[in-house]
């Protein structure tokens, strides 16, 4: 199975900074990488597919980036709806797996 | 707009079963896939499986194999997982979720979440 490694697990940070969350796969995953946001409580939320690909409705100060096994996640200027715990997801292969999600805090 | 609707909590004993439903709407049912992904408390996500519904296909997590039957009922636009021989670590939100019939996929969007409780 392709492991899944986030980093950070947490991240404080403040309304108006610029954050940066990266995810790690065990093997090269090509650019078969999802982003989700989860607030407590609730169900994940598609942020960004396949590396960089903008969910429709998603706002644009959400980013994606990387290729083979080095990803990241950029929110350009966080927004108090934001904070929420964030999952990196690998589709290259059956069985899909998620990283441990990086929660971010005010 | 596209929507799934999964049924209520269950509180199960250990080593019954319990079956989740899934209803879709909004979209052709037998177009996409629907993917079953498990969230213990605490914890991040695992996918346990999915069925094409289109013609019935399924595939499941390893672990699962043989103790977890995900169906669909295409005139009720309807997916099923049964989950046999309930542990208390089954214990978890039990989400569905759709995902395109290609390798290109991605989850989107999410039932709201099934809390399966095993306690004695």
């Known amino acids: 199975d392709i492991q899944m490694t986030q980093s950070p697990s947490s991240l404080s940070a403040s309304v108006g900074d610029r954050v940066v969350i990266t995810c790690r796969a065990s093997q090269s995953i090509t650019t078969y990488l999802n982003w989700y946001q989860q607030k407590p409580g609730k169900a994940p939320k598609v942020l960004i597919h396949?590396?960089?690909s903008l969910q429709s409705g998603v706002p644009s100060r959400f980013s994606g980036s990387g290729s083979g096994t080095d990803f990241t996640l950029t929110i350009s200027s966080l927004q108090p709806e934001d904070f929420a715990t964030y999952y990196c997801?690998?589709?290259?292969?059956?069985?899909?797996?998620f990283g441990q999600g990086t929660k971010l805090e005010i | 707009q596209v929507q799934l609707v999964q049924s209520g909590a269950e509180v199960k004993k250990p080593g019954a079963s319990v079956k989740v439903s899934c209803k879709a709407s909004?979209?052709?049912?037998?177009?996409?896939?629907l993917h079953w992904v498990r969230q213990a408390p605490g914890q991040s996500l695992e996918w346990m499986g999915w069925?094409?519904?289109?013609?019935?296909?399924?595939r499941y997590l390893e672990k699962f194999q043989g103790r977890v039957i995900i169906s669909r009922d295409t005139s009720a636009s309807t997916a099923y997982m049964e989950v046999r021989s309930l542990r208390y670590e089954d214990t978890a939100v039990y989400y569905c979720t759709r995902g395109p019939i290609a390798a290109e996929t991605w989850f989107d969007p999410w039932g709201q979440g099934t809390l399966v409780s095993v306690s004695s």
């Open positions: 396949i590396t960089s």
């Open positions: 909004g979209y052709t049912f037998t177009n996409y896939a």
């Open positions: 997801q690998q589709s290259y292969g059956v069985p899909y797996t």
């Open positions: 069925i094409n519904a289109d013609n019935g296909n399924t």
